[in-house]
């Protein structure tokens, strides 16, 4: 099960952070591949980032990078999205998702890649 949390209004140029906890997982969590899809109201699901299991190496969305930062407390069962610079354009409901196998580097903006999801967390961007 994940549970994303942390949405809200913020200002243009403000800072947010969202965060994904999972429960009921097998193994180490450390070892999950989790991604961060957004889906703005009216327009189609997009990947926004992910987290390598066992590398922990991280992937952005050419839209985001440099701007969201991504990270896990394993110790937490936790992943989190920080996300700078926030602009109208951000404004989408956030959802994380985790893999079960271990995903390739290119199957990562793929939602198919991932086996289960979170019900999401509105972040709006506006004055």
């Known amino acids: 099960q994940l549970q994303a949390s942390g949405g809200g209004l913020v200002q243009p140029g403000g800072s947010l952070r969202v965060s994904c906890a999972v429960s009921?997982?097998?193994?180490?969590?450390?070892?999950?591949?989790v991604g961060w899809f957004r889906q703005p109201q009216g327009k189609e699901r997009e990947f926004v980032g992910a987290?390598?299991?066992?590398?922990?190496?991280?992937h952005y969305a050419d839209s985001v990078r440099g701007r969201f930062t991504i990270s896990r407390d394993n110790g937490k069962n936790t992943v989190y999205l920080e996300m700078k610079s926030l602009q109208p354009e951000d404004t989408a409901v956030y959802h994380c998702?985790?893999?079960?196998?271990?995903?390739?580097?290119?199957?990562?903006?793929?939602?198919?890649?991932?086996?289960?999801w979170g019900q999401g967390t509105q972040v709006t961007v506006s004055s």
């Open positions: 009921g997982v097998t193994r180490t969590f450390g070892s999950y591949t």
């Open positions: 998702a985790l893999a079960v196998s271990r995903p390739i580097l290119s199957s990562l903006p793929d939602p198919g890649t991932y086996d289960h």
């Open positions: 987290v390598r299991g066992s590398v922990n190496t991280k």
